[in-house]
């Protein structure tokens, strides 16, 4: 059968799809890599800020569900929630100043701590971020369906087996795989008309809830005041402080995601310190207003808790803007169904935290040989490829598991945050007590009372939620925990031990020949051996001597090839990789000159690669 030309092999046609939908690989070698990938503070805000603001959309009102009927509490919890916020946010920008390579809570415990509190931290903060990823997903689904004309109908309706609610969750999640496979930056600029869009509407709420009102503080002022009164009479000052610091705890929520961008620092523009000081500014002072103007708003506008088809956040805005109309034109229907569509669409920009975040705690981690080593490797699109499929198929699974029960995941959520928190405030409490750090510091009391304060509170929300949720299923999270820390054991002990073997063969280095090396000229018409290794170590010895037992006087050359590796720990900038080419060559010259004082002319070469 005559055909025109050859057809197109599977491996081409794959290789093709795969160029299509996450691109083309990247330059290692360009100098303007590193300027191209990285984010400026903005894009930062949007992937790794997103996290945070958007647990605006539900932390504000689980904190004012528990405040029962004493709803004056309002004024004092918007209080607590905005200088709380702005307390974690000051201790993790002294965190990025003193480990600006980034990692967050894993390496400030690891450093600070010990190995065994950050391997207990670090696997804290990948359950979180899976279900960083699950929550905002299964959240934004049931926000999304709530905003669709005849939403609660069609969010029941089965495929497969399966609501067609998870069906959307679980391509969300597909889709956000694909997206941060493509790279970070990518990702973030797609998805940030959303973040501008939520800002927006829900800054135009706060204001108009707060504006409009103040012509009613005097009242206000007047309803604290007597329910404060009546309350301490009738229940008693220990009473009301344990209903305040239930709802305080129950909204900690709220917090989540402030850590984020203390762990992604490495994506950060340089001044990476500066950048990411800057991005928690933002993160802070956004997250601060919109979660204690919500609630404030609460109060002002008498927001009640209805039920589960109705947030309180929706309910917000509709009396706000939902009778507005201008020119016969429902403007305010408009702006409520687009307000709404923001903070649904937003949930799922705040999943990005989990990709972002996740991949980078697993490579910290397995640099650490806690992890399997090629999760710190890179992808051609210079992404941490392996940890962006882990996390999307542990996030997948956990949405199938719940069925996307955003009640079952939010009890799961907040613990493992308050851990890596409460882990990081005793690490940096036990940096700045330490003698060393006062010599090096003599401002440190000047900075101490922050990680006093912020250690406090975190540990006190850490214990209530883990009273409150243990049996409604915040015992899960701990078993899942202690399941990740045991495996991160059992794999530390297997690189150890491949260690200790490895080490044994350095023992051959002693035995070599030693002196000068006497340059051979090479014949490139004889046998040439050639042989891949690594660091100059008794491995890639062993390997050169068993070459030459196994064919006595059959190779006349040698030549010794290696791979500069560059993977998430040295890929921090150009001086970085180019430090890493001459490790390689410097390792290659040792071969080279080992081969010649055993009579072998050699040579070598090296490449660079992820």
């Known amino acids: 059968m005559h055909t025109d030309g050859p057809s197109e092999t599977p491996a081409r046609a794959s290789e093709r799809l795969k160029r299509a939908i996450l691109g083309g690989p990247k330059n290692l070698q360009d100098p303007g890599i590193f300027h191209s990938i990285s984010l400026a503070a903005f894009l930062a805000w949007v992937g790794l800020g997103a996290d945070g603001l958007s647990s605006s959309s539900y932390g504000p009102q689980e904190a004012a569900k528990n405040l029962g009927t004493h709803t004056y509490l309002a004024v004092f919890l918007a209080l607590a929630t905005a200088f709380t916020v702005f307390i974690i946010a000051a201790a993790y920008s002294r965190v990025i100043e003193h480990f600006p390579f980034g990692g967050g809570g894993y390496v400030v415990a690891s450093r600070l701590l010990g190995p065994r509190f950050g391997v207990v931290s670090g696997a804290a903060l990948l359950v979180d971020y899976v279900l960083t990823i699950a929550t905002s997903i299964s959240s934004g689904g049931d926000a999304i369906f709530s905003v669709l004309p005849n939403g609660e109908h069609w969010s029941t309706f089965t495929l497969i087996g399966l609501p067609i609610k ?13 997206l941060n496979l493509r790279g970070v930056k990518e990702s973030v600029r797609i998805l940030m008309p959303i973040f501008v869009v939520f800002l927006i509407t829900h800054a135009i709420i706060i204001v108009a809830g707060i504006g ?49 961008v203390s762990n992604g620092l490495s994506i950060m523009r340089e001044p990476r310190v500066a950048t990411g000081k800057k991005t928690m500014v933002y993160m802070a002072v956004s997250l601060a207003v919109t979660a204690g103007g919500i609630i404030l708003c609460y109060l002002l506008l008498d927001i009640h808790y209805l039920d589960d088809n109705h947030t309180m956040n929706s309910l917000l805005a509709d009396k706000i803007a939902g009778g507005f109309a201008f020119g016969g034109l429902p403007l305010g229907k408009w702006f409520v169904f687009v307000t709404l569509a923001s903070e649904a669409l937003l949930l799922f920009v705040a999943a990005q935290a989990g990709f972002i975040d996740g991949p980078r705690v697993m490579a910290n981690m397995a640099h650490d040989s806690w992890f399997p080593h090629r999760f710190s490797a890179l992808s051609d699109r210079l992404t941490m490829q392996n940890g962006v499929l882990l996390m999307g198929g542990a996030s997948f699974v956990v949405l199938l598991y719940t069925k996307g029960a955003v009640e079952a995941l939010v009890v799961m959520y907040s613990i493992n945050v308050f851990l890596t928190f409460s882990l990081t405030e005793v690490g940096m409490l036990r940096y700045w007590f330490q003698h060393e750090t006062h010599v090096k510091h003599p401002d440190w009391k000047s900075h101490i009372w922050i990680h006093m304060v912020g250690g406090t509170l975190c540990v006190t929300i850490l214990v209530i939620t883990v009273s409150e949720k243990f049996k409604e299923g915040g015992w899960l999270t701990i078993v899942a925990t202690s399941v990740l820390v045991g495996l991160c ?20 280095i002693e035995a070599l020949p030693t002196g000068p090396a006497k340059e051979l000229p090479l014949d490139k018409t004889a046998a040439t051996a050639v042989l891949l290794v690594g660091s100059y170590s008794g491995l890639g010895v062993h390997s050169l001597l068993t070459v030459l037992k196994l064919f006595p006087r059959h190779f006349h050359n040698v030549v010794f090839m290696s791979v500069g590796v560059v993977d998430s720990a040295t ?5 970085e990789v180019d430090r890493v080419r001459q490790q390689a060559e410097d390792s290659m010259k040792q071969y080279v000159a080992l081969a010649q004082r055993m009579g072998l002319p050699a040579d070598s070469r090296v490449s660079m690669g992820t």
């Open 489 to 508: 054991i059992l794999i530390k002990r297997h690189y150890t031990g491949v260690s200790a073997r490895l080490q044994r063969l350095d023992s051959i």
């Open 212 to 260: 409009l009102n103040l012509g009613h503080t005097a009242a206000v002022v007047h309803e604290v005041r007597t329910g404060l009164s009546n309350d301490l009479h009738s229940i008693g000052k220990g009473a009301l402080a344990l209903i305040f610091l239930k709802a305080y705890s129950m909204g900690g929520g709220t917090y989540t995601g402030i850590e984020a």
């Open 166 to 178: 998870l069906h959307v969750e679980l391509f969300a999640v597909v889709l956000l795989v694909m």
């Open 571 to 575: 890929f921090q900038g150009v001086a």
